[in-house]
């Protein structure tokens, strides 16, 4: 496909995908700022992609995206409560008994679940779709519990992301996700900076004098 190719067929994308589109932008960029309307944002995203989705045969990712709004919901609650408890919502750092964990749970996910789809479906890129699934719950989980290694799970996904929906002919989706992928390098060093500082902050919290 030429670079012309792609804009004619990116300016034919429907209101639905560009909406969907938006709402996805807006709410990584909330999330970044660990903003607790990044949830309601992404409930429109994901609950729009459901529909787009089932329309191309990704089938792992109606089912994910199913899934993504019982978790924009929870993930809405959980930052709620543990910002009325702390006044911000603090970060996560990252253990590496935990990450090699989270990873081996989504690389053997992905195996597993695209073997079943390409057994039982006929789902478009089974692999890579189950991959798309299985990682993107697994960082969707971790970014709800505020950890930092998430931003590392996204932008694996992403990676994969940008050619599967490009393949699949969802232009403004794969352009989108290759949006995603800068928007979560962006995430990760905002999040490592917040982490720093909640490091340095704890030593001074520590040594200030208890009110009589």
């Not at 787009?52 to 993504?68: A, P, R």
């Not at 352009?175 to 704890?202: D, I, K």
Request: hydrophobic share 60%.
């Amino acid at each position: 496909m030429t670079l012309t190719d792609f804009l004619q067929a990116l300016l034919g994308t429907r209101v639905i995908e560009i909406v969907a589109s938006l709402s996805g932008l807006a709410c990584v960029a909330l999330l970044i700022r660990r903003s607790l309307w990044s949830w309601p944002v992404g409930l429109v995203q994901v609950a729009l992609y459901m529909l787009i989705f089932f329309e191309v045969k990704l089938y792992s990712d109606v089912l994910l995206h199913g899934i993504y709004v019982v978790m924009q919901l929870y993930g809405w609650w959980y930052w709620w409560s543990g910002k009325a408890m702390v006044k911000t919502v603090r970060v996560e750092g990252i253990r590496y008994p935990d990450l090699a964990l989270w990873a081996g749970v989504a690389l053997l996910g992905a195996a597993f679940w695209g073997w079943g789809m390409s057994l039982f479906t006929d789902a478009n890129m089974p692999y890579a779709d189950a991959f798309i699934l299985v990682t993107s719950l697994v960082a969707q989980w971790l970014i709800v519990r505020r950890q930092l290694m998430s931003w590392g799970f996204w932008i694996a996904v992403d990676l994969v992301a940008i050619g599967v929906y490009l393949q699949a002919g969802l232009f403004a989706t794969s352009l989108l996700y290759g949006v995603f992928l800068l928007m979560s390098m962006g995430g990760f060093l905002a999040w490592r900076r917040q982490l720093r500082l909640q490091t340095q902050a704890a030593p001074a919290a520590s040594a200030q004098p208890a009110c009589a």
